[in-house]
């Protein structure tokens, strides 16, 4: 029996730690993490220390109120690290000792918080930021980055609070990389700064938990594989190379579209038969069709699926003559395609 538990003993340290996170000081940080790995288990430690040391309270933040159903839960797998204290959950409310000491909420309903001040509230925990839209019918909210926005400035009122965003490296493809103007990512950097090191990505390494994982039974089975290389080596579970070409010297510029804000190029090769969308446009030719109302501006043509044009664009996808610059250019382009298809 002792045999048994020793072996159930594990190493703490091969899991996510966040302190390195923390130096950078930054207001906004996206900590994409491989599966398991503890990303949100340090979180929550990381919140209950602060509360124990200087009454600091945090936020417990989901996209859907579903996602808040289990919230009784909430302190499950932490208490055990602070066996002196007592944990609570009440409502929405999380308590220790019998003082609150965080809150949980919803982006869906975060506009009924605009006249609710948290004034002791330093750190928002918005776990599972990402979300897997190929696989799940779970769907980023419409105006997903505003309305985290609203709720933010709601509970700051003009102080600068900390927010820490976990997720499993589903897809860099999201809109709050896109708010910020993060197009490509190297995984293999640890650490990326933007906006004047206000927001920080970090894709952790954890070589040695990788290592650990890799020997369980689970880990040997999914080796090579799609989902092991997601839950494992923390690659995207969704983003791959298919259809990722530079294009040829030879392409030249056709139209440019306009989708959710953002101008991709589209260019053609005659000569190989093949099309290439880009970020990179010719300015000289400044010809820009929208498929969103929401899109439309002076300068640009609203077009219907019935386009010649684009049903032109929309047949050669279908036959594997369009091929992308980067994964980042073809997963944004998809959301285009679905319009025109």
Known sequence: ME???LKCIIDESIYYDGNNMLSYNSLYNYVVGGRGVGKTFWGKKHVIKKFLKDGSQFVYLRRYDSELDERSKFFADIKKSFPDHKFTVKGYEFFIDGKA?????CLTKGLTKKSTPYPDVETILFDEFLIDTVNTCYRYLKNEVKQFLELYDT????????VIFFANNVSLTNPYFLHWGVYTLNIKKEFHKFKDNEILIQFPQCETYKEVKRKTRFGKLNIGTTYGDYAIENKSLIDNNDFIAK???KAFFQFSIVYE????GIWCDYSIGKMYVSYKCDPSLNISYVLKQTDHTVNTLLLNSNSKILKNFAKNFQMGNVLFENTDVKNRMYGALKLIM
């Open 247 to 249: 294009r040829t010297g």
């Open 261 to 264: 804000g953002i101008k991709y």
């Open 155 to 162: 509970i700051v009122r003009l102080r600068d609070i900390r």
């Open 3 to 5: 045999q048994r538990k």
């Open 101 to 105: 000491a965080g809150f949980c909420m």
